[in-house]
């Protein structure tokens, strides 16, 4: 009888919050979530593997890695219900998922036949601060992932998985279940899914702006007064939208 693997409830996005978050870049919303306090949004390390991914949105669903420990961390380990297998099985179409490696650089979380199975699952990216392995099979599988790079061994060589959907710490950055992940060419930013719609508004209002002050930078207008705007200028971009 096939195991039975539990999907934790996670919300979708609506449709106008994910048109509207894969319009805004990652360098907007660290700006945005710096003016509501947030300061350590931005997961280090986790870099595109590819060049020209698109922009991608998604709820975070979490996998959490501990250092290796020997009794543990073992190819037998793989066949477990608490796997990174069953992580996989668990995950419900459209999410992000945030791997907490510890920054683990020498053994692979994933290779390329785990990350086919997230690709046939409807996954939308992979993201962590570790490395993966089987590079070339990785890009063949066209799963977006972000990460730091690619080692060889397996995971098992540096790392035991623990269990999925728990708080974790990727890249230096606290994420939960059901936060939401932004990531493009500058890397991968957390909104935390309480902050989502008044995060969402800013950045939509500060992307226009920005559109608009680059209009003004190509015709000639000097900085000062323009980026950040004064009261003139903000008059008159006002008047502009109108």
């Known amino acids: 009888m096939p195991i039975e693997y539990k999907t934790p409830d996670v919300t979708p996005l609506g449709a106008e919050t994910l048109a509207a978050l894969k319009g805004v870049t990652t360098a907007t919303l660290t700006t945005i979530l710096l003016k509501k306090g947030l300061r350590n949004v931005w997961i280090?390390?986790?870099?595109?593997?590819?060049?020209?991914?698109?922009?991608?949105?998604?709820?975070?669903?979490?996998?959490?890695?501990?250092?290796?420990?020997?009794?543990?961390?073992?190819?037998?380990?793989?066949?477990?219900?608490?796997?990174?297998?069953?992580?996989?099985?668990?995950?419900?179409?459209?999410?992000?998922?945030?791997?907490?490696?510890?920054?683990?650089?020498?053994?692979?979380?994933?290779?390329?036949?785990?990350?086919?199975?997230?690709?046939?699952?409807?996954?939308?990216?992979?993201?962590?601060?570790?490395?993966v392995r089987d590079a070339a099979g990785v890009l063949g599988t066209g799963l977006p992932v972000w990460c730091s790079g690619v080692a060889a061994p397996a995971s098992v060589a540096g790392l035991t998985f623990v269990d999925w959907q728990l708080p974790v710490g990727c890249g230096g950055v606290a994420i939960f279940p059901n936060d939401v992940i932004v990531?493009?060419?500058?890397?991968?930013?957390?909104?935390?899914?309480?902050?989502?719609?008044?995060?969402?508004?800013?950045?939509?209002?500060?992307?226009?702006?920005?559109?608009w002050i680059m209009t003004e930078v190509e015709r000639g207008v000097p900085l000062p007064g323009l980026y950040p705007m004064n009261a003139e200028t903000k008059a008159r971009y006002e008047a502009s939208r109108k």
């Open 44 to 131: 280090r390390g986790a870099k595109p593997i590819r060049t020209g991914q698109p922009r991608l949105v998604g709820r975070a669903f979490t996998l959490r890695f501990v250092p290796a420990r020997e009794d543990l961390a073992t190819p037998e380990s793989w066949s477990s219900p608490i796997s990174t297998r069953g992580a996989i099985e668990a995950m419900p179409d459209g999410v992000i998922a945030v791997v907490d490696a510890i920054g683990v650089q020498d053994a692979g979380i994933f290779g390329d036949i785990l990350c086919a199975r997230m690709a046939k699952r409807g996954i939308t990216a992979l993201v962590s601060d570790g490395v």
């Open 183 to 211: 990531a493009d060419d500058d890397g991968a930013v957390v909104i935390p899914q309480a902050l989502l719609d008044a995060v969402v508004g800013a950045a939509v209002e500060q992307e226009a702006m920005e559109a």
